[in-house]
């Protein structure tokens, strides 16, 4: 075969599959999928943490004075507010780690560089594998609102309440997708430890009112819990489960408008960091290295 | 070189070191280096737990204190909260820490490697464990420091309630760890069984009372008494009457639970021992040491 030939054989463009989107991210669901359900005794241990965590605070609430949650606008039930708090709270961590955890298994597997080597972007890579963890948290969440339920949390529920607390659980999503995404971003250079996440785990269970009213904080500590998006994504969840309240009221507006604002701002801001990593990794030929 | 030579070099008798505390010193030492490796973990873990002690100090800014003492247990909650938070620590280490180490061990194909080198197993696997302890140890002191230096804490440290304190705590290290035993020895053999340990752990962690009065259970006699099975509910309530209440062995409650805690080591030990024992023989017969 002459060379000239051998360059026209390697060149030729074969038309490969167009495939969506859409189908792209139903094919890392599913596949992700697979893999979850090998390990349904961990998943079981995973939904136990999350249930015994729940009951734990049912016997905490018996000694507690709900004041302080009375002065925050909230009615007077420590058991729900903690039930809201910690439901909500390990949902966006296992969605947020998960993601950073799934970024770490496609380096160390060795797959990561093959998928991004094919026609799938960065961004339909990063959508495909956050889909996945946030559907898992979802079956915790509400695994741990019915335990709530079952052990006497009462949410005052109308239909108005529904629908702006699921306004609030789509802002809740899109803005912790957005500290996955810069999560994922420093996993991909540092390789090992998890700042991003762990920092965030941290200070939101200090400043974002998991446990407390942030109205305990002194004033000084309180600004940290309005940099997080779960700060304002509780307080609407709680006025909405716990108060009746909905979008009309100002206070879950302010929240709603708070979690847009964030969203619109460290969107491009984390996709633009994930993108740095990515390209610097990609030089120094390092996506498959761990 | 000739071949009577070589199977005279090959088959020279070096003296090798077999005295157990050597091998004891070998085994910590590379754990410790190997913990020291990851340098990022141990600092995140620390601030984290420094972070556990603030959210708990505002969790009991909402306890009712006459409710707290209602339960015999003073007016301090972070107090109550701080005994469990740190010696909870030292169970998830004791429960899950070895069988943990020996499934890295053998996916890392390095169990085979040990084992076939002169190193007596059971000092290996006891090695394995203080990894863990070291890393509750520096956990333990720093929430005992955040919390008694910087939230104000006092516990009582006269000599009477701290000796009890220690006894109780090394018993409830023994007794937990035999438990450990146990459940490494099991998940050595069937390769398998990690989540019933974590499962365990977890259940222990909250029937014991970490961070609610164990009286609290009483309206519900069955977990009450599913409780009572956990040596770790005694080493909490002694070591919580030790340093909060001053109590020292001389008060009944206390002497009530290092004895049942000594009853949970003295059955618990061997049995722990043993089927340790019996797994690694087990794996070694048939030839699964580097196999998961």
């Known amino acids: 075969m002459k060379l000239e030939e051998i360059i026209e054989f390697l060149g030729e463009r074969v038309p490969r599959l167009e495939v969506g989107v859409l189908e792209k991210v139903k094919a890392f669901v599913i596949r992700d999928f697979k893999t979850w359900w090998t390990y349904r005794l961990w998943v079981l241990l995973d939904i136990t943490g999350a249930l015994t965590s729940v009951a734990t605070y049912y016997f905490v609430s018996k000694i507690v004075t709900p004041t302080a949650l009375v002065s925050a606008g909230y009615t007077a039930d420590f058991l729900t507010f903690t039930v809201i708090g910690i439901a909500f709270q390990h949902y966006v961590w296992s969605s947020v780690s998960g993601l950073s955890e799934a970024i770490r298994d496609e380096q160390y597997d060795g797959t990561m560089e093959t998928i991004l080597s094919s026609r799938t972007s960065f961004r339909v890579f990063l959508l495909g594998e956050s889909v996945f963890r946030f559907m898992v948290g979802s079956y915790f969440l509400i695994a741990s609102l019915a335990m709530g339920l079952i052990i006497g949390a009462k949410f005052n529920l109308t239909l108005g309440s529904i629908l702006s607390a699921i306004v609030l659980t789509i802002l809740l999503i899109a803005s912790h997708m957005v500290v996955g995404v810069l999560g994922a971003g420093a996993i991909l250079k540092l390789k090992e430890g998890d700042p991003i996440v762990w920092a965030f785990t941290w200070l939101t269970q200090l400043f974002s009112g998991v446990l407390y009213p942030l109205g305990l904080l002194p004033g000084y500590l309180q600004w940290i819990g309005a940099a997080f998006p779960l700060t304002y994504s509780l307080d609407g969840l709680r006025r909405c489960l716990m108060n009746g309240e909905d979008l009309a009221s100002a206070a879950i507006l302010g929240d709603a408008a708070n979690l847009l604002l964030f969203i619109v701002v460290m969107l491009p801001v984390s996709l633009w960091v994930f993108k740095v990593a990515y390209d610097s990794t990609r030089r120094e030929g390092a996506l498959g290295q761990y | ?292």
Request: hydrophobic residues 55%; glycine residues 8%.
């Open chain 2, 1 to 292: 070189m000739k071949q009577a030579e070589l199977i005279e070099i090959l088959t020279e008798d070096k003296p090798r070191v077999k005295l157990p505390l050597r091998q004891f010193y070998g085994v910590v030492w590379s754990s410790v280096k190997m913990m020291f490796a990851y340098k990022s973990w141990m600092i995140m873990d620390l601030l984290s737990t420094f972070a556990s002690v603030v959210m708990y100090y505002f969790v009991g800014l909402q306890v009712n204190p006459l409710s707290l003492s209602q339960t015999g247990w003073g007016t301090n909650y972070l107090a109550f909260a701080l005994i469990g938070v740190a010696t909870s620590n030292y169970l998830w280490s004791c429960l899950v820490r070895l069988s943990h180490s020996i499934q890295h061990e053998i996916r890392g194909g390095t169990l085979e490697t040990v084992a076939v080198t002169p190193v007596d197993m059971l000092t290996f696997f006891i090695g394995q464990t203080v990894r863990g302890y070291l890393v509750s140890l520096i956990l333990l002191v720093g929430i005992f420091v955040v919390g008694t230096g910087g939230m104000g804490v006092e516990f009582q440290m006269m000599p009477g309630p701290l000796i009890a304190a220690l006894i109780l705590f090394i018993l409830m290290l023994i007794s937990n760890q035999a438990l450990g035993l146990i459940a490494a020895g099991v998940i050595m053999v069937y390769k398998r069984g990690d989540p019933i340990a974590f499962l365990v752990a977890s259940m222990n962690e909250f029937l014991a009372g970490v961070l609610y009065p164990l009286e609290m259970l009483g309206a519900f006699p069955l977990l009450q008494a599913i409780s009572m099975m956990f040596p770790y509910t005694y080493a909490l309530d002694g070591m919580r009457r030790a340093l909060i209440l001053g109590a020292s062995l001389a008060d009944a409650n206390v002497l009530t639970d290092v004895l049942v805690l000594f009853g949970f080591s003295a059955v618990l030990a061997p049995i722990g021992f043993a089927v340790l024992n019996w797994g690694y023989r087990t794996i070694r017969a048939n030839g699964s040491t580097s196999s998961y």
